[in-house]
């Protein structure tokens, strides 16, 4: 299985995060859009490493599917074939509140987004003129000054991440692969997230080999009992702000905590983190995230998504893990069958 780390993205960070990510022996890495730009790290690391490169996720809705098309040409070209473009949704509070755009029909507009990104991707690639004309945007105008032409490594793979069963059939049917929202659990991937990927499949007429399936985890990873109860405190820390959205409502649903998320949201409401944080107990944490020694972490990523994914992107939320911790994960991952 291979292994996917995120990158410090401030800008003073991201060449030492770079390095300490590829000293760590992982496979790849990636950006969270969070409090720096999602794509510009990556153009540092494209120069620094040989590792895969991943946007997890660029935020699509207030973006133009042109923006995300140059953006991600540009850095296939700056890192010679090694990166995928990932994208996501958000919710509707940010959509509106923090980026000032517009909100409705999620899943509509992510599948129009994909297939004009790739409509874009088909037209400097020459195999058809730009005549991309959607319910939410129209592209038809494509000069040769604007025109970049092929790309020498191919376009890259375009990713959507998704949770709920709507947004996860919608990645199955349009994406080329699945980044799978880390905020999950053993069942609700089973029960939920399998089966929107197989109905997408179905509607596309893909069979599972045509699409990936990239695993995400957020891991409290410890040797000693104070490192393990640091990394458990972060990792809990976490699971109460994701817990908190309604729109993860179906996790805790289908652990049988579904009154876990009104309290969550009413406390977080209220600016109240700490209550937010006390109601998360370990066994949430190693329900919902990973939790234990290197290699207990990485043999239940294994039992988890091992059938399945190829590929797992790696969390460590709120605490700093000691480096040859970080190093046996990784290692003890990577030799999952």
């Known amino acids: 299985m291979r292994v996917h780390l995120q990158v410090d993205g401030a800008p003073r960070a991201v060449a030492d995060s770079v390095r300490r990510i590829s000293d760590l022996g992982a496979d790849g890495l990636f950006t969270f859009e969070g409090q720096h730009d999602v794509f510009f790290p990556l153009v540092v690391a494209a120069g620094a490493t040989e ?21 991600a040409y540009d850095l296939q070209c700056y890192s010679r074939g090694r990166f995928r473009l990932g994208l996501g949704s958000q919710i509707r509070v940010h959509i509106e509140k923090r980026y000032g755009s517009q909100w409705g ?14 409509a874009i991707f088909d037209a400097w690639e020459g195999k058809v003129r730009l005549d991309f004309r959607g319910e939410f945007g129209t592209h038809t105008l494509m000069p040769p000054n604007f025109n970049p032409g092929p790309n020498p ?4 793979p375009v990713l959507l991440g998704a949770l709920g069963p709507v947004m996860t059939r919608t990645a199955a049917e349009v994406a080329d692969a699945l980044l799978v929202m880390p905020f999950n659990s053993a069942r609700h991937f089973t029960e939920r997230t399998l089966p929107a990927v197989a109905e997408g499949l179905r509607r596309s007429g893909r069979t599972a080999g045509e699409f990936g399936l990239i695993a995400q985890a957020m891991v409290a990873v410890g040797r000693t009992e104070a490192d393990l109860a640091a990394a458990i405190d972060g990792v809990a820390t976490l699971i109460a702000f994701y817990g908190s959205t309604p729109a993860y409502l179906p996790v805790p649903e289908a652990e049988g905590w579904a009154d876990l998320q009104p309290r969550l949201n009413a406390l977080s409401k209220q600016g109240e983190y700490a209550q937010m944080r006390a109601l998360i107990t370990p066994e949430m944490v190693s329900t919902i995230g990973v939790s234990g020694t290197p290699e207990e972490c990485a043999a239940e990523i294994g039992r988890r998504f091992g059938a399945h994914a190829a590929d797992v992107c790696c969390y460590f939320p709120g605490y700093r893990a000691r480096d040859s911790d970080v190093a046996d994960f990784v290692a003890a991952v990577q030799r999952l069958s």
């Open 51 to 71: 590792l895969e490169l991943m946007t997890n996720v660029a935020i699509a809705g207030p973006r133009s599917p042109l923006h995300l098309a140059h953006a």
């Open 105 to 118: 029909r999620p899943a509509a507009r992510m599948a129009e987004t994909v297939r004009a990104v790739k």
């Open 153 to 156: 490594y191919g376009p890259p």
